[in-house]
Structure formats: structure tokens, C-alpha cells
């Protein structure tokens, strides 16, 4: 069993950053893809980025890629998102998933998840 907590959420304004944090409850953390997806209002939950077990390939979705960056640390059992350049239709909970296969961008092939951090970005 893997329990995820999401940190690091808030109010910021358009063009601002923030840094999104997942700390993972699992003896084998690298053993886990991880993912960000998140879900606005009215919307379905979407694919935001994922890592590989080892961090060693990312990837990302087209409306973030160049402006977030995920990165995770083993050691710490922690995987976050930084969030460059941030516009309004960023505005979501963000949600932390864990999978114990490869990466995949489809939220339903993750196992475990977060209860979100919502992100409110104001023009």
C-alpha cells in the first residue's frame, strides 16, 4: 500500500511559480512510476507529467511542456512539480499517482493516489 500527501498548492498570479510536493509512504518508492495529473471544475482529470522509476525519462503534456518541470528523490520518497510561467487555465487540483509498472499519461493505470492540492491561478 502507498499513501501519497500532495504539498505545496496555493493562490498565485498569472506568470508566477509554484512548487507542487508528493511525499510517498512506501519502503520501495523506486519502485514506482510517478505522475501529476490534475482536474479543473466541469473537467475530467488530465495527464500533467510522470517520471520513471529511475528519473531518468520524463514526460510531459503539451499544454505544460517547456513551463513544468518534474523531478523526484528516492532518497526522500518525494517526487514534485515545479510550475513556471503559470496562466489561469492552470487553475486545478493537482494530484499526485503512483503506478508500479512504467510511466503511462492515462490516470487509469495508476494504482495509488493523492487527495489533490488545489492550484488557483488569478489574471
Known amino acids: 500500500q502507498v499513501q501519497l500527501v500532495e504539498s505545496g498548492g496555493g493562490l498565485v498570479q498569472a506568470g508566477g511559480s509554484l512548487r507542487l510536493s508528493c511525499a510517498a509512504s512506501?519502503?520501495?518508492?523506486?519502485?514506482?512510476?510517478m505522475a501529476w495529473f490534475r482536474q479543473a471544475p466541469w473537467k475530467e482529470r488530465e495527464f500533467v507529467a510522470a517520471?520513471?522509476?529511475?528519473?531518468?525519462?520524463?514526460y510531459y503534456a503539451d499544454s505544460v511542456k517547456g513551463r513544468f518541470t518534474i523531478s523526484r528523490d528516492n532518497a526522500k520518497n518525494t517526487v514534485s512539480v515545479q510550475m513556471n510561467s503559470l496562466k489561469p487555465e492552470d487553475t486545478a487540483v493537482y494530484y499526485c499517482?503512483?503506478?508500479?509498472?512504467?510511466?503511462?499519461?492515462?490516470?487509469?493505470?495508476?494504482?495509488?493516489w493523492g487527495q489533490g492540492t488545489q492550484v488557483t491561478v488569478s489574471s
Open positions: 499517482a503512483a503506478r508500479s509498472l512504467g510511466s503511462s499519461n492515462l490516470a487509469i493505470d495508476y494504482e495509488y
Open positions: 517520471i520513471s522509476r529511475s528519473g531518468g525519462a520524463t
Open positions: 512506501a519502503p520501495t518508492f523506486s519502485h514506482y512510476a
